[in-house]
């Protein structure tokens, strides 16, 4: 952690939960003797007794009290219950409590399971009172999950499922026969079943599991307290490790058996406490078991808990990056814990294998030869992760190695950093062949990055509270170095072939490393986080022993990281004065290349549903445009009628394959000005060209086709008809109705009265429309929209994903005139939503406004698009007109949001 960052995890322990002293528990068997088996009088109690934890926990009494005060309430209630509703031949059978109720752990609404042990099958008359015991507890609110099991169906269960196993560890007489309990506990011990070691590799490899399902990292933004990498789980994983092992029912006994330091334990209660609280908290504002961590919950949470915004870090990214930090916290003692077990479970015996004066190797894992290894030696605190990586088959670091390295995280200071030899290795583990991800993530896990580079400890479990980012600023920066290392190995080459070409020919690929790195390292800082970041790469990069030229790419890169990326998607690319100003910014094409693979990497990184084919296309596209321009030389430009003249020759070659005559296509392409050849590619003009010359030409009546798999990774959906008021609103209202992601469209109106209106669609997880039944209902929805407008709804009516509903973005809208090209250019940001586009497309049309492209691009809850438009004489907007129009949709925008 950065000097002067505050130790989320460093404040005064809780005390320890205390014997429930709650009057609700005092009074309540003499109360519900009193409610003479009244459901109703019990539910009201109940219901009193939890809206008192509730008012408990929000005067913040320690939530490790509360926890087992609702255990202890739920436990009198079961007990009453089954003095009240078993019968006499059920003497002899045990309630016994199970899982975390078992612990004697109850969240508000935590899963209530009980285990009814019974020395034989239950008969007819038992099997009635079980079913009226539990109509019963339904009655009264307490939904409880039940098995009804004798001791060998246990042990049967438990060899079949180890979550059986782990639930029934962890069992607690309620009433009964405590015999035929202690009969159960001999049948699962580990002599019989489950030994140890078993045990415990398959609760490693049901959390290796589980953190595979969450992407295997603890930092998505809508996190599940409970079951996320770093969560509660994890902290379970350890005890029920534990109990198996040494038979111990709390933590407390990790520490007994000489697992777990004090200080260890004591970090280890402060991120359960925290995340008990949390989850608590979850309970109390939703009512129900709810243990996801979701936006609208989270700026409850942080209002309860009194956090308040600061000048660059909202309230709730305060409770977040603790959060975050916690889990951080948690996923280091889990693996330490979970190494130090398995080194004592490891029957292999043998002497370590050497690897050098410091380090050696002890049953495949690395391990410091002596316990002052980096007191002695503070350059093995790198060292360590370089030797990693040119080991492979080396499968971790020794739980002694672990501690060793947290102890003296301290050593690397100012001085440390300023060390020619510390230089060397950490450059050593970026320029790598293997191992690079791997290792910064180690890193990052240990403590050793955030020290080493100072700025990346203050980004370290740091969140952006919207939807663009689905992980925290340190998690995504590594996982936009992963993507880059893959690009490097060829085994990836099918992900993203050009951006796998290019990277393996880039002849310093650290210089993208360290970009990445510091893409967004200035993030939270207040101020422009490329500019700030870009001065942070430079100097250590300079510091680290690069030549100033490699730096200064490192800082050009980190600076420019989001110029590719805005210029494809919000600007023309098929405007020849884009590409060549593109050109002019990157200057050549080693800047080209290595701020395409940062682009490309960066988007992956950003969110699994940020990056589609479609981006893949048009990154690709403006990279070969850009990189052509380089080529030709800045001196000698790519002009407009050299493109066009280029895009019909290609267009021609493709469909004289397919035997089009030649007076076809010139008939075709007399409709058409020289914009529309600049904004199709040759594919599209030739799909164009073919279905306009088997079309009658005398005919009115409507085409439509689509073209499934377009060259641009869409589902290009054409219209050819007249022109029709709000055809660009209907049309976006059909598509948008239909659930579809509409990420580009361009209207050409043709000589004849006819408008070509081409749109790019993507289902909602990104992917083309392959679908044949899908195919059709979308052109029969739009044949019905063309041949029946009156009966098509001119609105959407889809609802706006929750997550988006927590978002309030203002509209805003920016109009500049286009002289060159005789248009104006509208920007757009505004909350995204269905339905979106067709009011805009209605303004538009009634303000008499003709639109010629749409370039659309969504960033988490924000739409940011762009709209080339014109009067009815095709001329750019008037500054009165502008005005209006900027107003009219502002109006029409912010009512619909408000609505």
């Known amino acids: 952690m950065a000097a002067g960052d505050v130790d989320l995890l460093d404040e005064a322990l809780p005390a320890p939960p205390a014997d429930p002293g709650w009057p609700w528990?005092?009074?309540?068997?003499?109360?519900?003797?009193?409610?003479?088996?009244?459901?109703?009088?019990?539910?009201e109690l109940l219901r009193q007794a939890h809206e008192d934890l509730k008012a408990r926990f929000l005067a913040d009494e320690p939530v490790e009290t509360l926890v087992h005060a609702r255990a202890a309430l739920v436990d009198v209630v079961l007990r009453e219950s089954w003095r009240t509703h078993s019968i006499a031949s059920m003497i002899s059978w045990a309630l016994v409590a199970v899982g975390g109720y078992g612990r004697g752990e109850l969240h508000l609404c935590s899963d209530i399971d009980i285990l009814l042990l019974v020395p034989r099958a239950p008969d007819v008359p038992e099997r009635g009172a079980i079913e009226r015991l539990l109509a019963f507890l339904w009655d009264i609110g307490l939904e409880v999950g039940h098995s009804v099991r004798t001791v060998e169906e246990c042990a049967a269960e438990s060899i079949a499922d180890v979550s059986v196993m782990t639930t029934l560890l962890e069992a607690r007489l309620l009433s009964g026969n405590a015999a035929l309990l202690a009969d159960m506990q001999v049948a699962l011990a580990p002599d019989r079943i489950w030994p140890v070691k078993e045990f415990f590799e398959a609760k490693v490899r049901e959390q290796s599991e589980r953190h595979l399902k969450a992407n295997d990292t603890a930092y998505n933004l809508e996190p599940n307290v409970k079951t996320s990498p770093g969560g509660l789980r994890d902290i379970q994983t350890i005890a029920w490790v534990a109990k198996r092992r040494f038979g111990s029912d709390t933590l407390d006994g990790l520490v007994t058996n000489g697992f777990l330091t004090l200080a260890e334990l004591r970090r280890l209660k402060?991120?359960?406490?925290?995340?008990?609280?949390?989850?608590?908290?979850?309970?109390?504002?939703?009512?129900?078991?709810?243990?996801r961590l979701l936006f609208d919950h989270q700026l409850r949470l942080a209002q309860t808990f009194g956090y308040e915004d600061a000048s660059y870090t909202l309230a709730v990214e305060q409770l977040m990056q603790r959060y975050y930090r916690t889990v951080k916290d948690v996923s280091l003692l889990n693996e330490l814990l979970l190494q130090l077990f398995r080194e004592a479970v490891q029957s292999e015996s043998g002497p370590p294998r050497p690897l050098n004066a410091r380090f050696q190797v002890r049953h495949g894992s690395l391990e410091a030869v002596s316990e002052d290894v980096f007191a002695r030696t503070p350059s093995a605190l790198l060292e360590l992760f370089v030797l990693l990586q040119q080991n492979p088959?080396?499968?971790?670091?020794?739980?002694?190695?672990?501690?060793?390295?947290?102890?003296?995280?301290?050593?690397i200071d100012e001085e440390f950093r300023q060390n020619p030899r510390h230089h060397r290795l950490f450059l050593e583990i970026v320029r790598a062949p293997a191992g690079v991800t791997h290792e910064l993530r180690r890193m990052?896990?240990?403590?050793?990055l955030g020290r080493y580079i100072p700025a990346f400890g203050r980004i370290v479990g740091r969140?952006?509270?919207?939807?663009?980012?689905?992980?925290?600023?340190?998690?995504?920066?590594?996982?936009?170095?992963?993507?880059?290392?893959?690009?490097?190995i060829s085994r990836y080459d099918h992900e993203l072939p050009e951006a796998s070409r290019i990277m393996q020919q880039l002849p310093r690929p650290e210089v993208a490393y360290l970009a990445a790195l510091f893409h967004d390292i200035a993030k939270g800082r207040g101020g422009d986080h490329s500019e700030l970041g870009s001065v942070d790469a430079e100097a250590f990069c300079l510091e680290q022993g690069l030549s100033p030229y490699d730096a200064r790419i490192v800082a050009w890169l980190v600076r420019s990281h989001l110029t590719f990326s805005i210029t494809a998607q919000k600007q023309d690319i098929g405007d020849p004065q884009v590409i060549n100003a593109f050109a002019r910014t990157v200057g050549d094409e080693a800047h080209l290349d290595y701020l395409y693979v940062l682009t490309c990497a960066d988007v992956r990184g950003t969110n699994p549903k940020l990056w589609n084919s479609w981006k893949a296309s048009l990154f690709h596209d403006f990279y070969h445009r850009v990189r052509r321009a380089l080529r030709r030389g800045l001196e000698t430009p790519i002009d407009q009628e050299q493109l066009v003249r280029e895009t019909q020759e290609a267009a021609r070659r493709l469909m004289q394959e397919r035997d089009l005559p030649a007076a076809d296509?010139?008939?075709?392409?007399?409709?058409f000005s020289a914009t529309y050849f600049l904004q199709h590619s040759p594919e599209e003009v030739a799909w164009h060209s073919r279905l306009l010359a088997e079309r009658d030409p005398s005919s009115d009546e409507p085409l439509i086709a689509l073209d499934p798999q377009s060259v641009r990774g869409t589902t290009a959906v054409l219209i050819y008809t007249r022109a029709r008021r709000h055809g660009f609103a209907r049309t976006t209202a059909v598509l948008d109705q239909l659930g579809l992601n509409i990420?580009?469209?361009?209207?050409?109106?043709?000589?004849?009265?006819?408008?070509l209106d081409l749109y790019h669609v993507l289902e909602d997880d990104g992917a083309p429309i392959t679908d044949r039944d899908r195919q059709e209902e979308i052109e029969h929805a739009l044949w019905g929209s063309l041949q029946r407008p009156e009966d098509t709804p001119f609105a959407v009516y889809r609802r706006a994903p929750r997550q988006a509903r927590m978002f309030h973005t203002p509209t805003l809208i920016a109009l500049s005139v286009d002289e060159r090209n005789r248009r104006s250019v509208l920007e757009l940001t505004a909350g995204d939503r269905p339905g979106l586009l067709c009011d805009v497309g209605k303004v538009l049309m009634e303000a008499h406004v003709e639109l010629q492209a749409a370039k659309i691009m969504t960033v988490g809850e924000r739409a940011e698009d762009v709209f080339y438009v014109?009067?009815?004489?095709?001329?750019?907007?008037?500054?009165?007109?502008?005005?209006?129009?900027?107003?009219?949709?502002?109006?029409?925008?912010?009512?619909?949001?408000?609505?």
């Not at 528990?25 to 539910?43: F, K, N, V, Y």
């Open 743 to 755: 990420v580009d469209a361009r209207i050409t109106p043709t000589g004849d009265g006819f408008s």
């Open 393 to 411: 088959d080396i499968k971790g670091v020794r739980a002694a190695t672990m501690r060793a390295v947290a102890r003296c995280l301290w050593l």
């Open 270 to 291: 402060q991120a359960q406490s925290f995340l008990w609280k949390v989850r608590f908290g979850l309970h109390v504002l939703t009512g129900r078991r709810e243990d």
């Open 25 to 43: 528990l005092q009074r309540l068997p003499a109360l519900l003797a009193e409610a003479h088996g009244s459901p109703a009088a019990w539910r």
């Open 463 to 488: 969140m952006q509270y919207d939807l663009f980012h689905a992980y925290t600023v340190d998690a995504h920066t590594l996982f936009v170095v992963s993507n880059l290392r893959r690009f490097a």
């Open 870 to 899: 014109t009067d009815f004489d095709g001329r750019p907007l008037g500054a009165a007109a502008g005005e209006r129009l900027r107003e009219s949709l502002t109006r029409a925008l912010d009512r619909r949001d408000a609505a």
């Open 665 to 671: 296509i010139e008939r075709a392409w007399a409709r």
């Open 444 to 448: 990052n896990a240990y403590g050793v």
